[in-house]
């Protein structure tokens, strides 16, 4: 059972329609939006929440509740539970990678390996497309010279320069990696260099990507920018003589880019998961300086976006950007925007073992949160980060069930150690051949150890077993609520990107019929959540 799209963002009007529907479904759920998972048993999260719903959904299986965000409801689920979540689908943005067959010119092409050394398949499927995407829209533009903005060690900068021709600048905030993707283009030039010797080919010139170091909008600094010249290092390449910042947009391109030995005169700009504000940047950029020509940005890191209160009709946070979200009043904090970034494919493709694992994670960090409450509550108004301890954990859970088979006659049945280490759920299918008195020693043995290990990050003293033996039989007989809690939460995620991304492109589309944007999933979802470009062209000059 699903449910069509109704809305597009072709236009202004039908982009605002859209928001307006989002803002209109979400009101009712803020308590979703401004939760903190850490808290549910402190603040008895789940109280929040239809009770009917969360009834229904503890008996649920973990690949059902793992489905949820995808928008995926059984036939025996209350009607408003299935309404909610197939309303929150319908007005979520696809996220299925486009049919690149529709783009007239546009060939993806596989990457050579010395092109792709250092990237794992995530990032060279991101390269292998974006770098296609890139020169087809340079093309359509007439530009041959590409600004790759938080470009990192190089990699799209690299395969347009080399496999495109395209004169490359790569601006980064960091110094080493603009050494890095120096290096490694002199070594992929020799490469390419020595190649044509012994095959006797014809030599062409090969142009490695030029790299500025400088972290774009920071801080109010346009006056040490403007003092701050670009100089040529060792290499030949250029950076700013001052790990300087830019506060306005319009400087990116008109201070800095002219002053670069490229004779091109217009440009684009490009960035893969450029982070935070800086995709904004990207896109405000374009809408102010006359010679860039076109954008492609797929941002990231919503959570790292700021956003200043409403009624600031200048301010140049990064959400929201547009004037018609301003003025509808739309806020997010930066739960919300976190909640943005989670993606309903990779909760999908999770699997029952790892989708149960991550809940049992998330309700050991929740009892913890309500030790740290009872007993050392000042360590709360400091916001503590524990980091994570998921991966530990796993570790020696594995080992341990291993050491346990082995002892007791071998490993399941498919061969792998068998997950055994959690807090009850209801739903879990996983059976064990030890008994549940001994599960139940194993998954409170685990949880202080947890305890324990979050305490020390904390520089904190341990506490006597019965502090941690409290804790656990409170929480315990709530911990079956985390995952149909979580899953309903997580479902709210492809909205609140939905959101944040029509909240952009109504920014450019608020500049009239002087460019044009679109919205294009063109990354796998599964191998790369971040999937959405926003690609525009201004078509009168």
């Known amino acids: 059972m699903s449910e069509e799209c109704k809305y597009s963002c072709n236009t202004a009007t039908e982009t605002l329609e859209w928001i307006h529907a989002i803002v209109k479904l979400i009101a009712p759920y803020r308590y979703f939006l401004d939760a903190h998972v850490v808290n549910f048993f402190k603040d008895r999260l789940w109280e929040a929440v239809d009770e009917e719903w969360m009834d229904c959904l503890r008996k649920e299986p973990v690949e059902n509740l793992l489905r949820i965000p995808s928008g995926v409801v059984r036939d025996h689920w209350p009607d408003s539970l299935k309404k909610f979540i197939l309303t929150l689908r319908s007005l979520s943005l696809?996220?299925?990678?486009?049919?690149?067959?529709?783009?007239?010119?546009?060939?993806?092409?596989?990457?050579?390996?010395?092109?792709?050394?250092?990237m794992n398949h995530k990032k060279k499927h991101e390269v292998e497309v974006l770098s296609a995407l890139v020169s087809l829209v340079s093309d359509q533009v007439g530009v041959r010279t590409v600004v790759d903005v938080g470009a990192g060690q190089g990699y799209l900068a690299q395969v347009l320069a080399f496999d495109y021709q395209l004169s490359v600048i790569a601006i980064d905030a960091c110094a080493h990696h603009g050494k890095i993707t120096d290096a490694r283009a002199e070594r992929i030039k020799k490469h390419y260099v020595s190649k044509m010797h012994k095959n006797c080919t014809k030599h062409r010139e090969f142009r490695v990507p030029k790299t500025v170091t400088c972290r774009v909008l920071s801080s109010d600094t346009l006056k040490a920018l403007s003092n701050s010249p670009v100089e040529n290092d060792l290499t030949g390449n250029q950076h700013l003589s001052q790990n300087c910042s830019v506060s306005q947009p319009s400087r990116l391109a008109e201070d800095i880019l002219p002053s670069l030995s490229y004779s091109d005169s217009t440009l684009v700009i490009a960035g893969l998961h450029a982070c935070g504000d800086l995709s904004v940047t990207m896109l405000r950029t374009f809408l102010e300086c006359d010679k860039a020509k076109a954008v492609i940005s797929i941002g990231c890191c919503y959570n790292l976006l700021s956003e200043e209160a409403t009624g600031i009709a200048d301010s140049s946070c990064g959400f929201p950007v547009s004037q018609g979200v301003k003025f509808a009043g739309v806020m997010l904090d930066k739960s919300a925007r976190d909640l943005a970034c989670q993606s309903a494919d990779r909760w999908r493709g999770l699997g029952e073992h790892a989708g149960l694992h991550n809940f049992e994670l998330h309700a050991f960090r929740a009892a913890f949160q309500m030790v740290l409450f009872r007993h050392y509550p000042n360590i709360l108004l400091e916001s503590p980060t524990i980091g994570r301890q998921g991966k530990a954990l796993r570790r020696q859970q594995n080992q341990r069930i291993l050491e346990s088979n082995l002892h007791h006659g071998g490993p399941s049945e498919s061969g792998e150690p068998q997950e055994g280490v959690a807090f009850h759920h209801e739903y879990s299918s996983i059976q064990n051949s030890r008994s549940s008195e001994s599960r139940a020693v194993d998954r409170?043995?685990?949880?202080?150890?947890?305890?324990?290990?979050?305490?020390?990050?904390?520089?904190?003293?341990?506490?006597?077993?019965?502090a941690y033996s409290a804790v656990w039989r409170e929480s315990e007989s709530y911990a079956e609520l985390i995952g149909p809690y979580w899953s309903l939460?997580?479902?709210?995620?492809?909205?609140?990107?939905?959101?944040?991304?029509?909240?952009?492109?109504?920014?450019?589309?608020?500049?009239?019929?002087?460019?044009?944007?679109?919205?294009?999933?063109?990354?796998?979802?599964?191998?790369?959540?971040?999937?959405?470009?926003?690609?525009?062209?201004?078509?009168?000059?």
């Open 94 to 118: 696809s996220r299925e990678q486009a049919d690149f067959q529709e783009l007239s010119g546009m060939h993806i092409t596989s990457i050579s390996n010395v092109l792709a050394q250092g």
């Open 444 to 466: 409170y043995s685990l949880f202080v150890k947890f305890c324990e290990s979050g305490l020390d990050r904390l520089h904190l003293p341990h506490l006597e077993d019965t």
């Open 489 to 541: 939460r997580a479902a709210l995620g492809p909205v609140l990107e939905t959101l944040i991304l029509l909240d952009r492109l109504l920014l450019l589309q608020e500049h009239g019929n002087d460019l044009e944007a679109i919205l294009l999933p063109i990354f796998n979802p599964v191998l790369s959540p971040r999937n959405m470009a926003i690609i525009a062209k201004k078509i009168r000059n």
